[in-house]
């Protein structure tokens, strides 16, 4: 009998890392864009992918993936509602959508017929950011009675994201949230992260969320990496 | 959270590297883990003690080397430890502060066991 100790150094999330890269280029073969949502239960994601529906439908052709914990059909009825194409994943009780669950989501949309996938992650601050899907840009929805401490307490997700949203701007007046100091520890976690204040109830920022996202898919298509 | 899936994937990992080498046992596991990355220790060896059950890592230990939060300030140079929430340059009060380290996530050996050939 001998021991030995073998060096491994290998990503404990490696394999997730290797599936999401083949989504990623599933969808750049397709010429699909693609982000995912990612907030706080009750954060607004769907309110917000509903209103981004409504301003981009004339622009562009979209998909939905909606994941949830229960298997419960709220969310993508909604998106179906609006007229678009939408997938429930039921991550049966997990905590955030994988690069598998986002695979077989991507099975079942007619991706040779979409310009972009918004993906509803589920409601939760900490495991959807360590877990890639293969979308080109993370997305961070937050909203101001969440409390303006939430950069702190949960640098991962803030780290870890392309593009910021704030939503719920509308009630601002009626919340103690300090602006100066939510976006203090967004600076540190994420220096110069693009962030869009939006409300979906009065509309404001979202036409320019809007813009922006188009010119991102434009860039896309101009230049798959 | 999700410590099961992360516990499935270190066992993955290890049974990977321990087939590949020919062992018989692994006996200790070597996690690096930042301060940064979220994960409880306790849930993953409880999950491990489960599923671990029928392989060659059965009875492996678990060590977890935390490797603390460094962080840089990119305006006057000043390195510090995180101790507790993330601030401002303690020193010049800046926002432009880098993370050196702390968001460490992988296996970085294994102890494994072989038989001698005869």
Redesign the interface.
């Known amino acids: 009998m001998s021991k030995e100790r073998v060096p491994v150094v290998e990503q404990i999330l490696s394999a997730n890392d290797q599936i999401a890269m083949l989504n990623r280029q599933r969808l750049n073969a397709a010429g699909v864009f693609s982000i995912n949502l990612m907030a706080s239960p009750g954060a607004g994601k769907t309110s917000f992918i509903l209103r981004t529906i409504e301003g981009l439908k004339n622009s562009l052709r979209l998909g939905v993936v909606e994941g949830d914990t229960a298997p419960v059909t709220i969310d993508s009825d909604q998106i179906l509602a609006a007229g678009m194409p939408a997938v429930q994943i039921n991550t049966g009780g997990d905590c955030h959508l994988d690069a598998v669950m986002f695979k077989e989501g991507l099975d079942q949309l007619p991706l040779n017929d979409l310009d972009l996938v918004i993906v509803e992650n589920v409601g939760n601050l900490v495991c959807p950011a360590s877990f890639k899907l293969g979308t080109h840009l993370n997305v961070l929805v937050a909203s101001i009675p969440e409390g303006d401490d939430k950069p702190y307490k949960y640098p991962a997700m803030y780290r870890g994201v392309d593009v910021l949203v704030i939503n719920k701007m509308d009630l601002l007046p009626y919340i103690p949230f300090k602006m100066g100091y939510f976006l203090q520890g967004v600076q540190i976690l994420n220096p110069g992260i693009t962030s869009f204040p939006v409300s979906c109830i009065t509309g404001e920022g979202i036409s320019d969320w809007c813009h922006w996202l188009i010119a991102q898919r434009n860039q896309f298509i101009g230049h798959e990496d | 959270?999700?410590e099961l899936?992360?516990t499935e994937?270190?066992l993955?990992?290890?049974e990977k590297?321990?087939k590949e080498?020919g062992?018989?046992k692994v006996?200790d596991i070597y996690?690096t883990i930042g301060q940064?990355?979220?994960i409880v220790d306790d849930s993953v060896q409880f999950y491990w003690d489960i599923i671990s059950q029928d392989t060659l890592c059965v009875g492996a230990r678990l060590h977890f080397q935390r490797v603390p939060a460094k962080l840089k300030c990119n305006q006057c140079g000043h390195e510090f430890t995180l101790k507790g929430?993330?601030?401002?340059c303690p020193q010049c009060g800046s926002?432009?502060?880098d993370?050196l380290s702390g968001?460490e996530?992988?296996?970085?050996?294994?102890?494994?066991?072989?038989?001698?050939a005869v």
Request: proline share 0%; net charge negative.
């Open positions: 959270m999700h899936s992360v994937n270190i993955a990992i290890c590297h321990a080498n062992a018989s006996t996690l940064l990355s979220s929430e993330l601030t401002l926002v432009r502060i993370i968001e996530f992988f296996v970085e050996s294994i102890l494994i066991e072989k038989e001698e």
